[in-house]
């Protein structure tokens, strides 16, 4: 298994950052893709952005295409997740997740979770 740390959530001002952190352990990351999903209470679980651990390939959620960018620095085995202009509903729990394959948007097809790190967005 993958061992994921989620950093950097707390509260933040609309129209403020975000950048999250995943410090990723107990793996190398070559043929893996880390992801970040989050969720809204009473909502489901929805797809923000994926990397592939060695290719770089991105892929991001349709309904944040634009407003997250995703990163990773594959020595460390941390992936970020970023945003500018932040609004209300940014606020989730946010999640970090890994796969052995390429990006995926399913949350089913990933095998290992972190705990995950809440962004709350006041106004």
């Known amino acids: 298994q993958v061992q994921l740390v989620e950093s950097g959530g707390g509260l933040v001002q609309a129209g403020g950052s975000l950048r999250l952190s995943c410090a990723a352990s107990?793996?190398?990351?070559?043929?893996?893709?880390m992801g970040w999903f989050r969720q809204a209470p009473g909502k489901e679980r929805e797809f923000v952005a994926a990397v592939a651990w060695s290719s770089g390939i991105i892929r991001y959620g349709d309904s944040v295409k634009g407003r997250f960018t995703i990163s990773r620095d594959n020595a460390k085995n941390t992936a970020y997740l970023q945003r500018n202009s932040l609004k209300s509903e940014d606020t989730a729990v946010y999640y970090c997740?890994?796969?052995?394959?390429?990006?995926?948007?399913?949350?089913?097809?990933?095998?290992?979770w972190g705990q995950g790190t809440q962004v709350t967005v006041s106004s």
């Open positions: 997740a890994a796969r052995r394959g390429t990006t995926a948007a399913d949350p089913s097809l990933y095998g290992s």
């Open positions: 107990g793996r190398t990351f070559s043929s893996y893709a």
